[in-house]
């Protein structure tokens, strides 16, 4: 009999994994796994249950919370040589990269997806020594979602992230920075930047581009440029509220490969937890490196090649 570990966050989301653990864990019963159960218990806990697993004990790892919860498997699993696919049962608020992978909303077709699904070699991004599935981002708002308690998200969901970020609009932080891609150097005033491998980031769809695929070895990086007064201001949240892309006040292009560097250290988000204040950043995509449970009928439209005869 194949072997699952299955890690889950108790307190992701609105707790909605409880009722239905049993009906989960039938699914994976049915598909031929001996189960293996392991609620987290703290921060970083998911991380370190990857970490200290024997993978030759193992077949499948399937986590189930939200964005923090999937970054801290895929990190503990990306630290190891002996790596095993991974099956992803969406439990948080927004949920975007499971959303950009199809993987389904409802607990239990996720669940049937976990171990039915079809394995797709992912991008991931390496952050100087550290992994995130999806987003690295500095600047306006990116605190918000480590900033909000848990229990303002579950009561609130969404909305907690909006109220949260509201605060931040009269006082905005602005950073002096050089990033450096593809032999391009550029040195402005930023309030925000992001490197994604996602197609919506907070919820938001099209503010990163359309042509978005997840195992081409390429980020989309998006920077957003000081505003000189609160009308530009007002106009660029404006922007990324209706999803545009305004060129006079951003850089949007995509790289494999990109260096920030600033006079200060600057706070970074992971998959919306602290990465930590840096002053030198690297940021690499390695490429196909995440083997991920996604729907068969979706696999297609994931990757690169259908995609760019989809494009011709």
Known sequence: MKRLLFIYNPRAGKELLKPGLSDIVDIFVKAGYEVVIYPTQSYRDAYRKVQECNTEEYDLVVCSGGDGT????VTGMMMRSDRLPIGYIPTGTTNDFANSLHIPKQLLKAADNAVNGEVFPCDVGRFNDDIFVYIAAFGLFTDVSYETRQ???NVLGHLAYVLEGTKRLFNVPSYRIRFTHDGESIEDEFIFGMVTNSRSVGGFRSMIGKQVVFDDGLFEVTMIKTPKNPLELQEIVA?????QIDTKYMYTFKSGE???????EIPWTLDGEYGGSHDEVTIRNEKQQLSIMVPR???ASLKTKEKSMLLQ
């Open 239 to 243: 922007a990324l509220l209706i999803e």
């Open 258 to 264: 990109i260096t920030f560097e600033s006079l200060e």
């Open 151 to 153: 229990e303002a998200k």
């Open 70 to 73: 999937l970054d801290e498997v």
């Open 297 to 299: 009928k979706d696999v």
